[in-house]
């Protein structure tokens, strides 16, 4: 049976990608006892960490694993750190049920919804007159289309999670009409149209 620590909590990271693997050096170097929970075994590298004292790996109910193992192992006042938005998504909905057992990271849903929405994001960024891309979204190609599209553009998905995690891409190009065409019908095979944001693209570097 894993250790638990009892001169404090511990923490339990949600994600074996590269953020994950930052957060467990950096709590573990602090000796804080780490534990890293993933879905998906064969892309976690978090798991070879020195400083990952277990690893989890779970395909069923996120929520009901965590409470599970919070009351087998008595990890009452551990924390939860999410590093993807899918992760920060279900511990956001379900807060309040894991704060009987940790401590959560994620604020909840009325927060975290404009962060995970760019939708969201960029409709509030507008109210609030932050400088922002110009973005159209739309339930149909032919709604993007009579926005009159400033080429270059962008395609790229409203909620990442529901795409990128399906395609390792985070946005397609578009220089032209056939271009959008195709980009469109491409992201509509994993994702509903009216996910689909256009977005003019901002030239330069990233200093731009």
């Given at each position: 049976m894993p250790k638990t620590n009892k001169n404090g909590p511990g923490a339990i990271v949600l994600g074996g990608n590269f953020v994950g693997l930052g957060i467990a050096r950096s709590l573990g170097t602090r000796g804080i006892p780490v534990w890293v929970l993933d879905a998906d075994r064969s892309k976690s590298i978090a798991q070879f960490s020195r400083h990952t004292r277990r690893f989890i790996e779970t395909r069923e109910s996120v929520v009901d694993v965590?409470?599970?193992e919070g009351r087998r192992h008595n990890l009452n006042g551990w924390v939860l750190f999410p590093v993807t938005d899918?992760?920060?998504?279900?511990?956001?909905a379900?807060?309040?049920?894991?704060?009987?057992?940790?401590?959560?990271?994620?604020?909840?849903?009325?927060?975290?919804?404009?962060a995970l929405d760019k939708r969201l994001t960029y409709?509030?960024?507008?109210?609030?007159?932050?400088?922002?891309?110009?973005?159209t979204v739309g339930s149909s190609l032919a709604d993007?289309?009579?926005a009159n599209v400033p080429y270059p553009a962008i395609l790229k998905p409203?909620?990442?999670h529901h795409f990128f995690p399906h395609t390792n891409i985070k946005a397609l190009p578009v220089d032209n009409p056939s271009e959008l065409q195709r980009a469109f019908a491409q992201m509509s095979r994993y994702i509903p149209p009216d996910e689909i944001l256009l977005q003019e693209r901002i030239p330069g570097g990233g200093e731009n």
């Open positions: 965590l409470l599970e899918e992760y920060v998504e279900i511990l956001s379900n807060r309040q049920e894991l704060e009987t057992i940790y401590r959560v990271t994620t604020a909840a849903p009325d927060v975290t919804r404009f409709r509030r960024a507008n109210e609030l007159g932050l400088a922002a891309p110009w973005t993007i289309e009579s409203a909620v990442n």
